[in-house]
């Protein structure tokens, strides 16, 4: 298990990878959320943010094996 994902002969890291695809996720969740108002029933807006990111980050690792990829 080297921990990398070819990507046309080059390799990347697998945490790279998912947090980029978490970031692209997240940025749609919280776009979505100052849509509909929800972020006027929160204190501190970073710390939503940033615990949203690590959840989608968190169930994105948890979903790589189902995927069928190896990291």
Do not use: H
């Amino acid at each position: 298990m080297t921990g990398e994902i070819a990507l046309g002969g080059v390799f990347m890291p697998t945490l790279l990878l998912l947090g980029v695809m978490a970031l692209v996720i997240s940025w749609g969740v919280t776009r979505l959320i100052g849509a509909f108002g929800l972020y006027r029933f929160l204190a501190y807006r970073a710390i939503v943010d940033l615990s949203i990111f690590v959840l989608v980050l968190g169930g994105l690792s948890l979903l790589l094996p189902f995927l069928g990829i190896r990291p």
